[in-house]
């Protein structure tokens, strides 16, 4: 596992000088209010060749034992090099399918198209995948004396199962701060299940995320919102496993759906390290899709990345990103400009027929999946992505989360949606000629 040539801690995102130890509870540089990021020593990375860490990284990634068997812990030492094996809390998170969508591909005119399916995952969705870093931190801060009595987050649903599924495991109390009514029952069921104390708020997504982080001021209460820089470290790994699936060939683009945009920031972080460490030659460029009902990036992104105007996030499909003040805008623009990188919004209609396109192909995708692709057909079709380019879109949750949502979409009863790919049972009576004319086409 770790060794201790390998070091991370905290530096200040904005560059001001601050750093802090990664056993240190604080989430924002005390000097200029910015966001910390976990730093690593890239020399002493830099130390073992390229060629190496591709063998180490192939080689981990057949264990069939924790924690080698988890896709982020197998990437150790580029993660939370000094946290001690014994305290790693795993669920067995990454190691995720690349599907192939050679159907969309086509007739979208792109070279390939694959889809990182995050949402086959112990809680199912991408929040696994930095969940597992921050509660072993926590496990291991807790271990030597730091006085953390639970661990808190503000969730529209993946986050709190997530959060809750680990601290489980790991035997930590957690507390989830859930806007009220605005979650689906089978995501809300999750973090129940899992001994969560569950706050069901009379605000939205935005209210909740005041509140916990007003909450989490009492060093007691440890914060797991994005905002904790652990998270992404867990998450970049999303990026450095799409480049190890590829044979380390990066796409020439990546699309991820965006809400309070952890995520893009992560992904970012991933490509820029392998960048730096010599495993790929080029970076791809980001795409970030966002809900046209909560579109706050999107707008920015249409003033030349002008500074954040927080917006009141409408209702929409997409709920997991129904964001409008994302607390990781300024990581995500700064990652966005070092990437070329390109916004996209999507209408309900838009984001439902893309995931119901995609399922066509044997997924089942999430709406805020269906955010991404609906994205890329757009950028596709104004010549933003280019015909023939090779594309990878980041599939966040699974659709099995998201039951009313797939049976509205058959149904036709989604609100504001226009079913293009509706695929409702066909009801017969029991005789074989009735069969048998509803199968003479086939």
Same mark, same amino acid.
């Given at each position: 596992m770790g060794t201790p040539a390998f070091h991370a801690e905290y530096a200040c995102s904005e560059g001001c000088g601050f750093r802090a130890s990664l056993l240190e509870v604080v989430?924002?540089?005390?000097?200029?209010?910015?966001?910390?990021?976990?730093?690593?020593?890239?020399?002493?990375?830099?130390?073992?060749?390229?060629?190496?860490?591709?063998?180490?990284?192939?080689?981990?990634?057949?264990?069939?034992?924790?924690?080698?068997?988890?896709?982020?812990?197998?990437?150790?030492?580029?993660?939370?090099?000094?946290?001690?094996?014994?305290d790693i809390v795993s669920l067995g998170e990454?190691?995720?399918?690349?599907?192939?969508?050679?159907?969309?591909?086509?007739e979208l005119g792109l070279a390939s198209l694959d889809l990182k399916e995050c949402g086959v995952s112990p809680t199912g969705s991408f929040k696994d995948?930095?969940?597992?870093?921050?509660?072993s931190a926590v496990k291991h801060m807790r271990a030597r004396g730091v006085p953390i009595r639970a661990v808190a987050c503000a969730s529209t649903g993946d986050t709190s199962a997530a959060l809750a599924a680990y601290c489980a495991a790991a035997g930590i109390p957690s507390v989830v701060f859930l806007p @009220?009514?605005?979650? *689906?029952?089978? $995501?809300?069921?999750? =973090? +129940?299940?899992?001994?969560?104390? #569950?706050?069901? /708020?009379?605000?939205?997504?935005?209210?909740?995320?005041?509140?916990?982080?007003?909450?989490?001021?009492?060093?007691?209460?440890?914060?797991?919102?994005?905002?904790?820089?652990?998270?992404?470290?867990?998450?970049?790994?999303v990026a450095i496993e799409l480049c190890q699936d590829l044979g380390w060939e990066p796409p020439d683009w990546v699309v991820i759906p965006g809400g309070n945009l952890g995520n893009a920031s992560a992904l970012g972080k991933g490509f820029e390290l392998?960048?730096?460490?010599?495993?790929?030659?080029?970076?791809?460029?980001?795409?970030?899709?966002?809900?046209?009902?909560?579109?706050?990036?999107?707008?920015?992104?249409?003033?030349?990345?002008?500074?954040?105007?927080?917006?009141?996030?409408? @209702?929409?499909?997409? *709920?997991?990103? $129904?964001?409008?003040? =994302? +607390?990781?805008?300024?990581?995500? #623009?700064?990652? /966005?400009?070092?990437?070329d990188g390109v916004v996209e919004e999507?209408?309900?209609?838009?984001?439902?027929?893309?995931?119901?396109?995609?399922?066509?192909?044997?997924?089942?995708?999430?709406?805020?999946?269906?955010?991404?692709?609906?994205?890329?057909?757009k950028l596709v079709a104004q010549g933003v992505i280019a015909r023939g380019a090779r594309v990878a879109v980041v599939s966040t949750a699974h659709g099995l989360k998201f039951p009313d949502f797939k049976v509205g979409y058959h149904r036709k009863s989604l609100e504001d949606v226009t079913s293009r790919y509706a695929n409702p049972p066909v009801d017969l009576p029991a005789n074989l000629d009735a069969v048998r004319a509803a199968l003479s086409d086939l």
């Open positions: 989430y924002r540089c005390p000097k200029c209010e910015g966001l910390l990021e976990v730093a690593h020593d890239v020399e002493a990375l830099r130390s073992v060749a390229a060629e190496e860490w591709k063998r180490r990284f192939e080689q981990r990634f057949g264990a069939s034992r924790l924690p080698y068997a988890s896709g982020v812990w197998g990437k150790h030492e580029w993660v939370y090099p000094q946290l001690p094996a014994e990454g190691r995720v399918p690349l599907k192939a969508l050679p159907r969309m591909a086509a995948w930095g969940m597992t870093v921050l509660v @009220k009514d605005k979650v *689906s029952l089978s $995501q809300l069921v999750q =973090p +129940v299940a899992n001994g969560a104390r #569950v706050l069901s /708020l009379d605000t939205d997504f935005d209210g909740c995320m005041k509140l916990v982080q007003q909450v989490t001021k009492d060093s007691g209460l440890y914060l797991a919102n994005s905002m904790n820089s652990l998270r992404i470290e867990g998450q970049k790994v392998m960048h730096a460490l010599g495993m790929i030659s080029k970076r791809p460029r980001i795409a970030v899709g966002q809900a046209q009902r909560a579109n706050p990036l999107m707008r920015s992104f249409r003033g030349g990345f002008a500074e954040l105007v927080p917006v009141k996030a409408e @209702k929409t499909l997409a *709920s997991a990103i $129904q964001i409008g003040a =994302p +607390v990781s805008f300024r990581r995500a #623009v700064k990652m /966005l400009k070092a990437f999507a209408t309900e209609s838009e984001l439902a027929n893309a995931a119901a396109r995609a399922d066509r192909e044997g997924t089942f995708a999430c709406p805020h999946t269906g955010v991404a692709l609906a994205a890329l057909e």
